[in-house]
C-alpha cells in the first residue's frame, strides 16, 4: 500500500483508529506529504512523523503521542508552516525551545489547553517565528505571564488572528501591547477575561482598525462607555461578541448602534453613558421591588433571555428596520446570549446593527432599491 502513495501530499486520519503500526507503514511511502492530521486518535508513538522533510502541515491535536521528545523532535521539520498541538501534555518549554531551534517559518500555531505551557516556551516559539499569522492560546489560565506574553506580542508585528480565550492573567499590560504591536490584527478574542477594563477595550479598538471580530463575553466588569466612545471609528468591525456582561443591556446596544451611526456628528457619549447607568439603576429597583412575588425559578430564567420587547426596542433605535426604505448592509453583529442562540436573525439572541450604505462609484442604480438582510 505504501509503495502506491509515493505521490500523496495530504493524509487525514482525524478520529481514526490507526495504530502505530500501520502510520509508520503508510508513512514510510509517503516521502512527498506536506499535510497530516491525526487529531483524535488514539497513538501511543508517532515518531515516524519526523521523518517526513517536506511536511508543511501538522495537526495533532487530542493526541496522546504528543510527548515532550516528539515535540523537540519536530525542530527537524524545517518547512512547517502550520502546527496544532492542541490539548497536549507534551507542549513543555523545554519542548517548544527545541522545536524552536529548526522550525523557523510558523505562520499559525495552536497551543489551546496545553498544561505545561510556560513563558520560556511561548517567548522561545514566538521570537522564532515573527511570521505567525495565526496564534491560538485559548484555556490556558494562569499557564504563561503577562509580562512575558506581552514581551511576545513585540515579536508578532503580523499577527491577523488572536485566541486569549480564558486566560485571565493576560489583564493587565497585554491588551496594551496588542494594541501597539499588532495593527494588522483581524481577529481578537479575550473572552472570559474578567478583569478587562474599558481603558483596555478603547485602546484596541482606536488602534487596531482592521479588527473585524471581537469577543469580549464574559468580561463582566466592561461598561458600555468605550464602545459608545470609539465604535464609531472601528470602520472594520463586523462582529461583536458581548455576552455575559452586565452593563450591556436592550438599551445598550442600541445606544452602541447610535454610536455607531454618529460619526464625527457630535454625539455625546458621557451622557449616553450616564443615561443608561440611571435606566440600568431603576430597573434594578423595580426588580427589586417585584422580587417577592416573583418565584426563584421563573426569576432565574427571566435572566437568561432577552426582554420580550427586544425586537421593539432596537426597531425604535433603527428606523431602518421599520421602513424598509434605503440601501442597506449588514455591517456589525452584536451578540448578547450567544450560549442559546436560537436562529442568527432572532432579535431575541442576535442584534444587527445596520449601516448605510453609500452607492458605490461606477455602478448604475438598479430599479429597486435592495433591503438589508433580516
Known amino acids: 500500500m505504501a509503495g502506491n502513495l509515493r505521490e500523496l501530499q ?13 502510520l509508520a507503514s503508510i508513512l514510510a511511502g509517503c516521502g512527498k506529504l506536506e499535510r497530516l492530521d491525526i487529531s483524535c486518535c488514539m497513538l501511543t508513538d508517532i515518531s515516524c512523523v519526523a521523518q517526513l522533510k517536506d511536511l508543511r502541515e501538522l495537526r495533532a491535536a487530542h493526541c496522546p503521542a504528543v510527548t515532550e521528545e516528539f515535540v523537540g523532535s519536530l525542530c527537524r521539520l524545517r518547512r512547517l508552516e502550520a502546527v496544532d498541538l492542541s490539548y497536549s501534555t507534551g507542549v513543555s518549554d523545554q519542548a517548544l525551545v527545541q522545536m524552536a531551534a529548526g522550525c523557523m517559518r510558523l ?17 522561545a516559539i514566538t521570537q522564532a517565528n515573527p511570521g505567525l499569522v495565526h496564534l491560538h492560546l485559548a484555556l490556558n489560565p494562569d499557564k504563561f505571564s503577562d509580562d512575558m506574553t506581552s514581551q511576545a506580542m513585540v515579536n508578532l508585528k503580523r499577527l491577523r488572528v488572536l485566541d486569549l480565550t480564558n486566560c485571565p492573567q493576560l489583564s493587565r499590560q497585554l491588551p496594551f501591547a496588542i494594541a501597539k504591536q499588532c495593527e494588522y490584527l483581524e481577529d481578537l478574542s479575550l473572552a472570559s477575561c474578567p478583569m478587562l477594563r474599558d481603558d483596555h477595550v478603547r485602546r484596541i479598538l482606536i488602534c487596531c482598525k ?23 471609528h472601528a470602520h472594520a468591525l463586523r462582529r461583536l461578541n458581548l455576552s455575559h456582561i452586565p452593563a450591556i443591556t436592550d438599551q445598550a446596544v442600541a445606544a452602541i448602534y447610535r454610536a455607531s451611526m454618529a460619526g464625527d456628528s457630535g454625539f455625546d457619549a458621557a451622557a449616553m453613558a450616564a443615561n443608561l447607568r440611571a435606566a440600568a439603576a431603576a430597573e434594578d429597583d423595580e426588580e427589586e421591588e417585584e422580587g417577592s412575588e416573583v418565584g426563584s425559578e421563573e426569576s432565574a430564567g427571566e435572566e437568561a433571555k432577552s426582554s420580550p420587547d427586544v425586537g421593539t426596542t432596537v426597531a425604535a433605535a433603527v428606523p431602518e428596520l421599520q421602513t424598509g426604505v434605503g440601501l442597506l448592509e449588514t455591517k456589525l453583529v452584536i451578540d448578547r446570549f450567544a450560549q442559546h442562540r436560537a436562529g442568527p436573525h432572532d432579535f431575541k439572541d442576535v442584534i444587527h446593527v445596520w449601516r448605510q450604505k453609500g452607492a458605490k462609484k461606477g455602478r448604475k442604480k438598479k430599479k429597486g432599491a435592495k433591503k438589508g438582510k433580516k
Open 10 to 22: 495530504e493524509l487525514s486520519l482525524r478520529g481514526t483508529r490507526a495504530d502505530d503500526k500501520s
Open 210 to 232: 482592521r479588527l473585524q471580530r471581537l469577543d469580549l463575553s464574559g468580561c463582566k466588569i466592561l461598561s458600555v462607555t468605550p464602545f459608545l466612545e470609539v465604535v464609531s
Open 107 to 123: 505562520t499559525r500555531l495552536a497551543l489551546v489547553r496545553c498544561p505545561r505551557l510556560g513563558d520560556a516556551g511561548l517567548l
